[in-house]
C-alpha cells in the first residue's frame, strides 16, 4: 500500500509541474544606468521572458537575464529646456551566476532623448520590444543551453536532494527538484518521482513527531484540557501521513471518555481540524506550496561581481 501511494505522489507531483516554465530572473545593475530607468529596463526584461515562455516563479535564482549599456554618443541640445540626447548599445546577456557561464547574448542600438539623462535612458529603453527576433533568437539559444545543463546535472541535482534529506531539510530538498523545468524531459521525470518520495517521509517524519506529543498530553491530563492540547497539536498533521490510523485510533480513545461539555467542545475542534485539513489533502498542491515557501523565505542574493565580469 505504501508503495502504491508513493508511485501516486510521484506521479501528482509531476502532474502539478507539467507547466513549468524554466525560471530566469531579469537583474540590472549596471551602475552607469540611473536608478529609475534601470527598474524600467529590468521590468520590461521581466516582461520579455513572459512573452517568451519564461518565467520568475522564484524556483531558480542562478539563471539571469542582465544588460549593460554603453554610451557611444552624447550631445546636449541648445534648447531651453536644455535636453540630453545619447545613442547607446544595449547588450543582452543571458548566463548562469553560479558557474559563471554566458549562454546567449545581443547587442540592440537604441536612441533616447529627455530633459535629464534619466528620461533619455527611459526613451532609449522603449525601442527594446521583447517579441523582436534578436530577442527571441537570444532567449531560444539559452534555453537550450539551460536545457543541456540540467540533462547532463540530473545526478548531482538528485544527489543533493538526497544530502538534503538526511539534514531533514525536506522542504530544501523539493525545492531543488522542483526547480526542473518539464523542457528536461527525463530529468523532471526523476526528479518529481523523487519529491514525491522526500514529501512523504517529510510529512511521516513530522507525524510521528506530532503524535508522540499528542499522546504525552493526554497522558499527563486526561481530561478536557488534555483534550484541548491534543486538539492543537494533531491539528498540525498531515492526514495524508503513514501513521493517520493511529491520529484516528487517539482521537476515538479521546471522546469515548469525555463528559457530555467537552465532548462537545472536542468533536467542535475536530471539525475545524478537519476543515483546516481539506487543502492538505491535495497531494498536488502541497507538493507546490513546499518549494514555493521555502524559496520564499530564503534570502535574495545578487552575484553582482560574477555579473559584472560578464562585461
Not at 63 to 83: E, N, S, W
Amino acid at each position: 500500500m505504501k508503495r502504491t501511494l508513493l508511485y501516486i505522489v510521484g506521479i501528482l507531483f509531476a502532474t502539478a509541474s507539467s507547466a513549468q516554465s524554466i525560471s530566469i530572473r531579469a537583474q540590472v545593475i549596471d551602475e552607469k544606468i540611473p536608478e529609475e530607468a534601470a527598474r524600467n529596463l529590468e521590468t520590461k526584461l521581466q516582461r520579455a521572458l513572459t512573452a517568451n515562455g519564461y518565467a520568475d516563479n522564484g524556483y531558480t535564482e542562478r539563471f539571469v537575464l542582465t544588460a549593460k549599456v554603453d554610451i557611444t554618443q552624447k550631445d546636449i541640445t541648445p534648447t531651453t529646456p536644455a535636453r540630453i540626447s545619447e545613442k547607446m548599445d544595449i547588450t543582452l546577456m543571458v548566463g548562469d551566476v553560479v558557474e559563471n557561464k554566458i549562454y546567449s547574448s545581443v547587442t540592440l542600438q537604441a536612441a533616447g532623448i529627455g530633459t535629464n539623462e534619466n528620461k533619455a535612458f527611459i526613451n532609449a529603453f522603449r525601442n527594446i520590444k521583447g517579441n523582436s527576433p534578436e530577442i527571441q533568437q537570444m532567449l531560444s539559444e539559452a534555453k537550450e543551453k539551460i536545457a543541456d545543463y540540467y540533462t547532463n546535472h540530473c545526478p548531482e541535482i538528485l544527489q543533493r536532494a538526497n544530502a538534503l534529506v538526511t539534514q531533514q531539510s525536506y522542504d530544501e530538498a523539493i525545492f531543488v527538484l522542483n526547480s526542473i523545468p518539464n523542457i528536461c524531459n527525463d530529468c523532471f521525470q526523476q526528479c518529481q518521482q523523487q519529491a514525491g518520495t522526500i514529501y512523504q517521509k517529510k510529512i511521516d517524519t513530522e507525524s510521528t513527531v506530532l503524535l508522540e506529543r499528542a499522546k504525552t498530553a493526554w497522558m499527563e491530563n486526561p481530561n478536557d484540557t488534555g483534550a484541548s492540547q491534543v486538539a492543537d497539536i494533531i491539528s498540525q498533521i498531515n492526514p495524508q501521513s503513514s501513521n493517520y490510523a493511529d491520529v484516528t485510533a487517539l482521537r476515538s480513545t479521546i471522546e469515548a471518555k469525555l463528559q457530555a461539555d467537552a465532548k462537545r467542545k472536542w468533536e467542535f475542534k475536530m471539525r475545524q481540524y478537519e476543515d483546516n485539513q481539506l487543502f492538505k489533502r491535495s497531494i498536488v498542491e502541497a507538493g507546490k506550496a513546499i518549494g514555493t515557501a521555502w524559496a520564499k523565505k530564503q534570502p535574495t542574493t545578487i552575484f553582482k561581481t560574477i555579473i559584472r565580469s560578464w562585461w
